[in-house]
């Protein structure tokens, strides 16, 4: 298995409170991405990383921001947190563009 | 943007029957992946296909790619209750110019229960 992990596995938060997601992998892979999983919509892209301090926005970026300092770890920011950021999160990563992507365990976010 | 509809989106079977989950698009794809996800895990890599026509067996998976490139099958036989959970398709664009950074569209899910 491809040695992703996020942190945490489950968060609560009141709305308006900023949140931070941190993945974290140990293969040295080039490519990160961020989803979100929300029933009967699959998995939608949030932000991806191509590279340390390289970044962009995916299909679903607003109310997100993303970082990545070093090439193990990509932290997702909710900058104020609403309930319709309720969500189940997942961290992916991928050697290349070759589309095989790795994925983690997922962060279960509730916002109340 | 490019969509992926996956169908039936949901199937509840007997052990041992057959069946075919469907990923169709009207738009083009260089390669098409099938995932697999269970309760409270991440989706995991099952198959990916490439050429238009191809056909992958895993077991008693077999995955299909579209001869245009624009949908896929998956055909389980004689399912057992292992296989239960959410099935996932994914494509993944014509990379013109090489700007697609490696980024996927997911079909909506299939989630398939087998009944003992």
């Known amino acids: 298995d491809a040695g992703i992990t996020q942190s945490p596995r489950h968060k609560v938060t009141e709305t308006g409170t900023p949140v931070t997601l941190r993945c974290h992998q140990t293969?040295?892979?080039?490519?990160m991405y961020w989803y979100r999983q929300d029933p009967g919509h699959g998995l939608r892209l949030i932000h991806y990383?191509?590279?340390?301090?390289?970044?962009d926005k995916g299909e679903v970026s607003d109310g997100y921001s993303v970082s990545r300092s070093k090439t193990e770890d990509f932290l997702l920011t909710l900058e104020s947190a609403t309930s319709s950021q309720t969500s189940v999160y997942f961290c992916a990563i991928s050697e290349s563009a070759s589309y095989e992507q790795y994925f983690g365990p997922g962060t279960r976010l509730t916002v109340t | 943007t490019q969509l992926l509809e996956q169908s039936p989106q949901f199937l509840s079977i007997q052990e041992g029957e057959n069946l075919t989950v469907y990923c169709n698009s009207s738009?083009?794809?260089?390669?098409l992946q099938w995932y697999r996800q269970e309760p409270g895990e991440g989706p995991v890599l099952l198959v990916t296909?490439?050429?238009?026509?191809e056909v992958k067996k895993l077991k008693r998976l077999t995955f299909q790619f579209g001869d245009a490139r624009k949908d896929s099958s998956l055909h389980i036989t004689a399912a057992q209750p292992g296989d239960t959970g959410l099935y996932l398709c994914a494509g993944a664009p014509l990379d013109a110019g090489g700007t697609s950074y490696g980024k996927l569209t997911f079909g909506q899910g299939t989630i398939l229960t087998v009944h003992p």
């Open positions: 296909v490439v050429t238009g026509g």
């Open positions: 990383s191509y590279g340390v301090k390289d970044t």
């Open positions: 293969e040295n892979h080039r490519y």
């Open positions: 738009s083009v794809f260089s390669s």
